[in-house]
């Protein structure tokens, strides 16, 4: 399966924690990017990084990728009880299908 | 405002009766996509479009088919819909050139 993988599945913190996500995929990419879930919605786009990028930021969102190793990570930092939400990564096949990892499950307790 | 709009947002229906999800976006995007998400497996491609008449299988197309007559819509059709199928479904659409994808808030489908 093209498909990528998260881990961790689930990530139960406190408030004001750093959260860590990590994604792997097989395939060569040009981009990657991370979507957020509230549950049971629509997915939202959160941060792009190009596949010459190795680190990017927006907010309190902090994105890496390793092309040689095939993964990124993304880093939310200083956590609030409103980032809790599934977390995907996601990229662009070669034949343009947009695959998504299985996704982390964070929750964040005030 | 730029969105992509799904109907019904919840479908119940029976064994074998013809449906369709319909899928509309206002942004002109050429790339569209349907997915259907269950629980441990993530979102699975089903189908996508680069582009009006152009469509092609995702990872799990079996059972599906969708038309792209005209840019803003990209219908999904199940035209003898099965028990396995009961899925939360999403459409998407983006700008060609690999670029972020904007969701639809999701079809929650039951076949019994």
């Known amino acids: 399966s093209q498909q990528g993988e998260e881990d961790p599945q689930a990530l139960s913190i406190q408030e004001g924690e750093n959260a860590t996500m990590n994604c792997s995929y097989k395939?060569?990419?040009?981009?990657l990017q991370w979507y957020r879930q509230n549950s049971g919605r629509g997915l939202v786009h959160l941060i792009l990084i190009r596949s010459n990028e190795r680190e990017k930021h927006s907010g309190r969102l902090r994105v890496t990728l390793d092309t040689s190793k095939k993964s990124s990570s993304l880093l939310i930092t200083a956590s609030r009880a409103a980032d809790t939400a599934s977390y995907f990564c996601?990229?662009?096949?070669?034949?343009?299908?947009?695959?998504f990892g299985t996704g982390t499950r964070l929750q964040v307790f005030p | 405002e730029a969105q992509v709009t799904q109907n019904p947002r919840y479908l119940i229906t029976v064994t074998g009766k013809k449906l369709t999800v319909t899928c509309s976006q206002n942004?002109?995007?050429?790339?569209m996509s349907w997915y259907r998400q269950d629980p441990g497996l993530g979102l699975r491609q089903i189908y996508y479009s680069m582009n009006v008449e152009v469509t092609d299988k995702g990872d799990v197309p079996e059972g599906y088919k969708v038309s792209r007559k005209e840019k803003r819509n990209f219908p999904l059709i199940l035209e003898s819909p099965s028990p396995n199928q009961t899925s939360l479904y999403f459409c998407?659409?983006?700008?060609?050139?690999?670029?972020?994808?904007?969701f639809g808030q999701g079809t929650r489908l039951t076949v019994v």
């Open positions: 942004m002109n995007h050429e790339y």
């Open positions: 395939t060569s990419i040009n981009n």
């Open positions: 996601a990229f662009f096949s070669n034949t343009d299908k947009l695959i």
């Open positions: 998407a659409s983006s700008l060609i050139g690999r670029t972020e994808a904007f």
